[in-house]
């Protein structure tokens, strides 16, 4: 018998085969939140990466997962243990913070360029322009989010049916 990470007792088959054990190490409170930062780093790294993928076309959009597969993910993460649930929601909070940032009106990286205008220009975007980029910004999440939401419900309908 072996732990893993959680402390759980596992058992190895046979041959051998099992998961992949991670030791943890005690580390300095500074330490841990330079680790935690260079963590989040290569997660917005790949995220961006996916991301790029999937509008080139070289990663499908059905991988993409709403709150249905979410939610999914997190109880089954939540039955491996609670240090794996932490990293998940971790995980969760950095994509929607970078996805929140993304240039987009009605997000907050769209007014991040609607206030570097004002900064450069010192005026205001006229109101009618503004008006429309958050039409078409509201538009744009609104169809990610029915495709999304879609996606959930066609891999539930397959989970459920074969």
């Excluded at 917005?44 to 979410?70: D, F, N, W």
């Excluded at 039955?79 to 969760?92: D, E, F, N, Q, S």
Aim: proline residues 4%; positive net charge; contains cysteine.
């Amino acid at each position: 018998m072996m732990h893993d990470t959680s402390g759980k007792k596992v058992s190895l088959g046979r041959l051998g085969v099992g998961s992949n054990f991670k030791t943890t190490t005690k580390v300095s409170m500074i330490n841990a939140a330079i680790l935690a930062i260079k963590e989040v780093h290569e997660l917005t790294i790949g995220t961006i990466k996916a991301l790029k993928q999937i509008i080139t076309g070289q990663r499908s959009y059905k991988e993409l997962g709403g709150p249905l597969h979410i939610a999914n993910t997190i109880g089954e993460t939540a039955k491996i243990g609670i240090i794996p649930l932490i990293w998940l929601t971790a995980v969760i909070s950095a994509n929607l913070g970078l996805i929140n940032m993304l240039p987009i009106p009605v997000l907050d990286g769209g007014h991040f360029i609607y206030y570097t205008w004002e900064l450069i220009f010192a005026k205001a975007i006229p109101p009618h322009y503004q008006t429309i980029s958050f039409r078409a910004g509201m538009c744009f999440i609104a169809t990610i989010f029915l495709l999304i939401t879609f996606n959930d419900i066609k891999h539930f309908i397959y989970k459920i049916f074969l």
